[in-house]
């Protein structure tokens, strides 16, 4: 098999949590903690995160996939992936005494573990690195204009759809009430940036994690996901954002026709190479 795994345990505020410790055969300096995004446990959607942690474990990457407290086999209350702060950190406390020769650790997650990883990685100096698949940062505004963007214009150009509509087969009223209410959802209001409470927005933690965080990062979006589509919308229109992600310390890559969580096994291969090549790529 060409490495190890194990199942562990940890710690966490009183609660167990639960796991899989893959290891390469060897001694190895580079680590990896997949983070979970939910409703979803250690294996991931389509096994996505097991199959991950092993490709790692034979490119000589040590990998820890866990189950948040709530989640999964994990003991404690469920919470959200704004609040799993102290889960992180425990599992970083127990990967790092596991595999006591890291000196890089990185934070992998996928659509809202990735929003999660990035607004926790500036508190942990332990965190040299995250890689961000199709980041949550989702407002009601960004997801209309997305939508529209992405999916009713490209539908607008497809034969298909207008034979649907001569034949009599779509919905067209329903359909063109839906495109308008987004539409006023989308241009009615100030562009997502503030709540108006004094409470920083999603966007705004994000991109605060994203400035205050000092390690690289690589950033992989699906084409065909509007998640992925609505973060790169709004980080590519925003200045702010665009100065952050254009600096060498961000590398990108697209995979085109990929769905959000990469249910094809040639789009989890590329995931898990691009993964691998930049972990061990990594300075130091």
Do not use: K
């Given at each position: 098999m060409g490495f190890e795994e194990r199942a562990v345990s940890f710690a966490c505020r009183g609660d167990a949590l639960y796991g899989v410790l893959?290891?390469?055969?060897?001694?190895?300096?580079?680590?990896?903690v997949i983070v979970v995004g939910g409703p979803q446990y250690r294996a991931g959607s389509h096994r996505q995160f097991t199959l991950?942690?092993?490709?790692?474990a034979a490119q000589g990457?040590?990998?820890?996939?866990?189950?948040y407290r709530g989640m999964g086999d994990s003991e404690g209350e469920t919470r959200s992936f704004e609040t799993v702060?102290?889960?992180?950190?425990?599992?970083?406390d127990y990967f790092l005494g596991a595999v006591p020769g890291l000196r890089q650790v990185v934070l992998w997650g996928l659509c809202d573990a990735a929003s999660a990883a990035l607004m926790y990685a500036p508190s942990d100096k332990r965190?040299?690195?995250?890689?961000?698949?199709?980041?949550?940062?989702?407002?009601?505004?960004g997801l209309a204009r997305t939508t529209l963007k992405h999916y009713y214009r490209g539908r607008l150009?497809?034969?298909?759809?207008?034979?649907q509509v001569v034949r009599g087969k779509f919905a067209l009223g329903r359909s063109l009430a839906s495109m308008f209410g987004l539409v006023r959802v989308a241009f009615g209001s100030a562009r997502s940036g503030t709540t108006g409470t004094g409470t920083a927005s999603l966007p705004e933690r994000m991109h605060a994690g994203m400035r205050q965080f000092g390690g690289q990062v690589l950033l992989i979006v699906s084409g065909a996901d509007l998640t992925?589509?609505?973060?790169?919308?709004?980080?590519?229109s925003t200045p702010a954002w665009k100065r952050l992600l254009d600096t060498p310390r961000v590398t990108r890559r697209l995979l085109d026709h990929a769905d959000h969580t990469f249910s094809r096994r040639d789009w989890r291969d590329q995931v898990a190479a691009w993964t691998g090549d930049w972990v061990n790529s990594l300075p130091g």
């Open positions: 893959s290891l390469p055969p060897g001694a190895c300096t580079r680590g990896v991950l942690a092993r490709s790692l990457i040590a990998a820890l996939r866990f189950d702060d102290e889960d992180l950190r425990a599992a970083l965190v040299s690195g995250l890689v961000l698949l199709n980041p949550w940062i989702r407002t009601q505004d150009l497809e034969a298909d759809f207008w034979r992925g589509r609505e973060f790169c919308d709004l980080t590519d």
